[in-house]
């Protein structure tokens, strides 16, 4: 049982280009969500999904897209990168509305 | 909406003292709650929660929370402090029965809080 993985663990980027996050867990849990985190802000929300097809916007969704066309699989994509982008990103997922499982984070750094 | 503060930014406690680590919350309706660590350079961890039930909750590492509906506050507390216990501290909140959809499934968290356990 392998929990959440998340890959790359890190990424430099040029600004403009575009690039995928990759979110799986085993869990068999239907929610999902990915986070940012940046020093003094905490863990903000970008986009979560409920189940295979349902996605929606958290608290900081510009700049970013995601789909969900399983239950195992969460990507992230960043449409054009930007030096604002420069962050920690995590995936996590919950069975219900119990406690999420987080993965080991993606470090990226935009140019 | 839902939110969440941590006041402190740095809590500093020498090793054996007893550690406290304030959270209050604002949500509609019964909260979730929910401590998580997070080591440097790793992903966050679950510590424990509140969902319904005894006030005071007992998590991993020898942490416990208590919940207080009338002051909406959750800290985190633990007896005797350890130096590995040194890490970010996050608070984060659900709140089920506030919203409909997708919405309600929402895990708000605090800014964190740094603990430093001095030897």
């Known amino acids: 049982n392998a929990g959440v993985t998340q890959t790359p663990k890190f990424q430099v980027l040029k600004t403009g280009q575009s690039m995928t996050l990759q979110c799986a867990q085993d869990?068999?849990?239907?929610?999902m969500s990915w986070y940012r985190q940046d020093p003094g802000m905490g863990l903000r929300l970008i986009h979560y999904s409920v189940g295979a097809g349902i996605t929606d916007q958290g608290e900081v969704p510009n700049g970013y897209n995601v789909s969900r066309s399983t239950t195992e699989d969460f990507p992230l994509r960043l449409l054009s990168a930007a030096p604002s982008q420069t962050s920690v990103y995590f995936c996590?997922?919950?069975?219900?509305?119990?406690?999420?499982?987080f993965g080991p984070g993606t470090r990226l750094t935009v140019l | 909406a839902q939110s969440v503060a941590q006041p402190e930014d740095q809590v500093n406690v020498a090793e054996g003292n007893p550690l406290t680590v304030k959270c209050t919350y604002s949500?509609?309706?019964?909260?979730?709650l929910f401590w998580y660590v997070q080591y440097p350079n790793r992903g966050l961890q679950f510590l424990l929660k509140y969902i319904t039930g005894d006030n005071l909750v007992k998590g991993s590492y020898g942490f416990e929370a208590e919940f207080n509906k009338s002051q909406t506050s959750f800290h985190l507390k633990k007896p005797s402090a350890l130096v590995s216990d040194s890490a970010l501290y996050f608070c984060a909140v659900r709140a089920p029965g506030a919203g409909s959809g997708a919405g309600s499934y929402q895990l708000t968290f605090g800014k964190g809080t740094k603990l430093s356990v001095i030897p």
């Open positions: 996590a997922s919950s069975h219900d509305y119990n406690e999420q499982f």
């Open positions: 869990m068999n849990h239907e929610y």
């Open positions: 949500v509609s309706g019964n909260p979730y």
